[in-house]
Structure formats: structure tokens, C-alpha cells
């Protein structure tokens, strides 16, 4: 849907489903909402009053394997980043997400039944503007093994992606896409979140990936990976890695019109280049509309930002 018109949900749409890490059972709700409402969690189920939070990157608690939205009171919804992708990438500027449990059901590991509820809602105009965030300059985060950075690019949003895992079956991998609906439904939406055998106790004792299974995530031992279904894309783990960054920076508030690269990065990393970014008021500007023509080549940009950080590749 090309427009410079909100748009919200024309009805509700509900997922059930268990958290890939709680083990938990949850069922969640796509429900529509007014222009300038954003995309709004309400989680219920809780002893008291729903709590309710909007999606916003300074309303993340934690990145550790997952996006963790809450607010003082603490953690409300963690694993946001599949369904925030799916609305992201189709378009979808306000809606709430109503949900009675501590974590958006993991589904298959991807976005996918995420973008069929959305599908089975459908998608309508509000008379309200959207506005986009314009990336004015670099903004830069970097560590040691990680690089995130946001550059200008007045005509969209596009993820860079780029893995490098030492494993056989994985390795270096890369991807960029320039976000569409179509792009996202093509090229991301399937892939699905993955991990290492090897890794399993240590995470369990960790209280993470109680439940992960071979039908929601994709499992790699030391020579294969393990579903029985096999991989659906030859380079699955890094198309996953993007759909995460998509979700991430969903967090923005607002459609993003920038180029975002990510080396070795993940959740962490995610947050840290969109928390430099919005810190920095001079690196972007709020605009109604995507410019019409492409940028001149050999126009001039400003140095980047530089935040250093002490990060690490997240492992899915």
C-alpha cells in the first residue's frame, strides 16, 4: 500500500501460540486504532488493570536473544521484534497488541503468521498524514566484533545485513533488501529464528529457549541442521537476522527513510544505533513524504556519529 496517509487495521486478527523462550502460552490480538495512536502493547491476564505501553525504543528493557518491551514497572511483552516487523514492513502506522501473556507466541520462528493476521485484518486508510524519520547524516555504533550504522536514503528504508558464524553450515552470510511489503513477503517474512545445539544447556539454565522446538526454530548441530524440513532459504540465517532489524527499528515511532547496516549484530546492537540516533536531534528530521527523485550522486554528507559500545553478536 504506497501512501503518505496512516493507515491502521480494518478489524481484529488473533494468533495463539507458546513464547520460545517462557515455554509460555499466550494469545495475542492485532486490534485497529486511531491516527497518531502508534502501535500500542496491552498486556492482560496481570492480577490488577491491564498495562498498557507504546511501542518506542526507550520503552526497551532488555535485548538479551529477544526485544523486551515494559515500562518502570517492568518487563510487559518480550519478543516483540517478529510481529512490530510484520506491521512494520506492510505498512501498518497504528495499532494495539493486546496480549495475556509474558511473550508473543514464537509461532514458526518467523514472521509469517504475523503478516497473515495482518492479511486476515486488512489494511485501510486513515485522513491523517504519516510522517517519516529522515536520517540526515551516518549515526554509528561500534565494538570490537559489531558494527550498526544508519545512513540517509531519502527514497526508503533498506536493511544490510551481514553474519559471520564459526560453523560450516552458516559462516559469512549477507543480504540487503529495500523494505517493501512485497520484499518483506518475498524475501524475509519465512526465516525463521535459529540456534546451536551446542548452546541448549547453557540457554535452558539460563531460563532461555523453554520452548524452542524443531517446529518453531531452526536447530544446527555440529553437521547439519537438524529440522526435518531443512532450511527454506540457502542463506535463511542472515534473511532472519534482517527480519529482526526490521522489527528493532520499528521501535522508532515512525517509518524510517534511512539504509541501516548491521556487521556481526543483533537485538543489542539494534537498539544501540536507533537509542544514538534519536539521542542525536541533528542526525534526523521529521518529514511528510519520501523525496520523489533520487539523491545526486557526489552530494556531500557529514561525518558519522560515532558511538562506541561494548556489544557482542547475539547468537539468534
Known amino acids: 500500500m504506497k501512501t503518505n496517509k496512516q493507515t491502521t487495521l480494518r478489524d481484529d486478527a488473533t494468533v495463539k501460540g507458546i513464547g520460545v523462550h517462557s515455554g509460555q502460552p499466550a494469545t495475542l490480538t492485532l486490534r485497529p486504532a486511531e491516527a497518531g495512536t502508534g502501535i500500542v502493547f496491552i498486556r492482560t491476564g496481570l492480577d490488577g488493570a491491564p498495562r498498557e505501553v507504546r511501542a518506542d525504543v526507550r520503552a526497551v528493557t532488555a535485548t538479551e ?25 506492510l505498512g501498518v502506522d497504528n495499532a494495539i497488541i493486546e496480549i495475556d501473556g509474558p511473550e508473543v507466541p514464537i509461532m514458526d520462528g518467523s514472521a509469517d503468521a504475523f503478516v497473515q493476521a495482518i492479511d486476515r485484518a486488512g489494511i485501510v486508510t486513515l485522513d491523517a498524514p504519516r510522517q517519516y524519520i529522515k536520517v540526515l547524516r551516518p549515526v554509528r555504533v561500534a565494538s570490537a566484533d559489531s558494527l550498526g550504522e544508519l545512513r540517509p536514503n531519502a527514497r526508503g528504508f533498506r536493511v544490510e545485513v551481514e553474519i559471520d558464524f564459526d560453523h560450516p553450515l552458516v559462516g559469512h552470510q549477507s543480504c540487503g533488501i529495500d523494505v517493501t511489503p512485497a520484499s518483506f513477503r518475498r524475501e524475509l517474512a519465512r ?72 556487521v556481526r549484530g543483533g537485538h543489542k546492537l539494534n537498539h544501540a544505533v536507533l537509542s544514538a540516533l534519536m539521542a542525536d536531534p541533528a542526525a534526523w528530521t521529521l518529514v511528510s513524504a519520501p523525496a520523489a527523485a533520487p539523491r545526486r550522486r557526489g552530494s556531500a554528507e557529514r561525518a558519522p556519529a560515532l558511538a562506541p559500545a561494548a556489544l557482542r553478536p547475539d547468537v539468534s
Do not use: Q
Request: glycine residues 10%.
Open 65 to 89: 536473544f529477544a526485544t523486551v518491551i515494559g515500562d518502570t514497572g517492568g518487563p510487559i511483552c518480550s519478543t516483540a521484534e517478529h510481529v512490530l516487523a510484520a506491521l512494520s514492513a
Open 191 to 262: 526465516a525463521r529464528t535459529f540456534g546451536f545445539m551446542k548452546d541448549v544447556s547453557k540457554l535452558w539454565s539460563a531460563g532461555y529457549a523453554l520452548g524452542a522446538t524443531f517446529e518453531n526454530t531452526l536447530v544446527i548441530s555440529d553437521e547439519r541442521v537438524l529440522n526435518p524440513d531443512g532450511v527454506r532459504f540457502a542463506d535463511e540465517f542472515v534473511r532472519h537476522k534482517a527480519l529482526d532489524a526490521i522489527g528493532d527499528l520499528a521501535l522508532a515511532g515512525a517509518p524510517l527513510l534511512a539504509t541501516y547496516r548491521s
